[in-house]
């Protein structure tokens, strides 16, 4: 085929979907997920990663198909490549567990909440919460990229595009609310208004905003 018809074609790849895949950006920060779930894959991508990109934080849903064995190589070569470290399935939280315990200082890179009671399922090694869980996390940390790996970071990849959302609605709260509190505080030099339901519907609209924010 001649070049005028290879071109084009290359520029327009994007590249297989779960493989490297760049999926959104969140509070500035660019989202990864690839479905690398074992030892081998998960070297070979994270090692790409860092040549390409430098710091970055991985979140870990992968449970390996070759056990305990399978989830302390896994967790070696995270630990390696990473800046940071959110371990979302439970495998890779009980080694995150033994990895704190054997060395104190690894509190700086792993941050670990939790032990799940998630059952696995094949190579699914997180649930859907879980990963939403990992992410949060992955996001409030000091780092501009977040890659997640393993079979659930790709099945449930959709929720990157949920806390895109919820962020989006909350920023437009905020932005509305401003705005309302510059009417309520005229209305405080009105004498036909009571100050005291204007500090009252003001406590509920910063109620409201709170729980959107949680959610």
Do not use: W
């Amino acid at each position: 085929l001649p070049d005028d018809k290879i071109l084009p074609t290359i520029a327009n790849f994007h590249g297989v979907s779960g493989r490297m895949e760049e999926v959104g950006k969140v509070k500035g920060k660019d989202i990864y997920v690839d479905y690398a779930h074992n030892p081998a894959g998960v070297e070979t991508v994270l090692k790409e990663f860092k040549k390409l990109f430098g710091d970055f934080t991985t979140v870990i849903t992968v449970s390996s198909e070759s056990g305990y064995v399978g989830d302390i190589d896994i967790f070696n070569s995270v630990l390696k490549f990473s800046k940071f470290i959110v371990p979302a399935s439970v495998a890779s939280q009980k080694i995150a567990v033994e990895k704190l315990r054997e060395n104190p200082k690894l509190n700086d890179r792993i941050f670990l909440n939790h032990v799940d009671d998630f059952v696995k399922t094949g190579t699914l090694g997180a649930s859907k919460e879980e990963v939403r869980d990992g992410l949060i996390k992955a996001l409030n940390l000091d780092c501009e990229m977040v890659i997640a790996i393993g079979e659930a970071a790709t099945k449930f990849k959709s929720i990157i595009f949920e806390l895109v959302s919820y962020l989006f609605l909350f920023y437009i709260m905020v932005v509305l609310v401003f705005l309302e509190y510059l009417v309520l505080l005229k209305l405080l030099n009105n004498s036909r208004f009571s100050r005291f339901k204007i500090y009252n519907h003001i406590a509920t609209t910063n109620i409201q905003i709170f729980l959107i924010k949680v959610k």
